[in-house]
């Protein structure tokens, strides 16, 4: 039977290899399940203990190492800077999925800059055609203006024109 959780107890990281029924007795009579501690002491060394460890039946203080120790050097260290390695990956991956997602959020930001850029133009070509606008219905005004005021002046003339034709008229006929 296996099992493929993980578990820390007495500061030892330790992976659920395999439970060989028959192969070693834990001290309360319970097949002893077999383990691999992942500490830096002792990277991938084989223990057995109780199957009861974890739980609260009946526990013994059962402990055995499988494994003989490793010689100290490279081997402990490799094994455990290849799972620092293995850690560091992860938190790469998770650091590549963030920048993605950075990246992402900047294109959109610009996408939306670009948009209040282009309103920002459409704003100042608008202002400047209400600017001429503007100016015309000034001209178009004056023109109006000088355009009554010739009127005026001309209906002026005419009506003292005529005044004084009658009285050039009256002074005829006396």
């Known amino acids: 039977m ?3 959780s993980s578990t820390l107890r007495n500061q030892l990281q330790v992976t659920h290899v395999q439970l060989r029924e028959g192969i070693k007795l834990c001290d309360c009579g319970v097949p002893a399940k077999e383990q691999t501690c992942w500490k830096i002491t002792n990277p991938r060394r084989r223990f057995w203990n109780c199957q009861n460890d974890m739980t609260r039946l009946k526990k013994c203080s059962f402990f055995e190492w499988k494994d003989e120790e490793q010689a100290e ?3 402990k260290n490799l094994l455990y800077s290849l799972k620092q390695k293995l850690d560091a990956k992860e938190d790469l991956s998770e650091m590549n999925n963030l920048r993605r997602r950075i990246a992402e959020v900047e294109f959109l930001l ?7 850029a282009k309103s920002e133009k459409e704003v100042y070509d608008a202002r400047k055609a209400i600017g001429r606008y503007k100016m015309i219905v000034a001209l178009l005004f004056a023109c109006l203006v000088i ?3 010739k009127l005026g002046l001309l209906y002026l003339v005419r009506f003292v024109s005529l005044q004084v034709g009658a ?7 006396l």
């Open 147 to 149: 355009c009554v005021l």
């Open 73 to 75: 050097g490279n081997y």
């Open 110 to 116: 610009s996408q939306e800059q670009y948009k209040v």
């Open 2 to 4: 296996s099992s493929s």
């Open 167 to 173: 009285i050039n008229l009256d002074v005829l006929m």
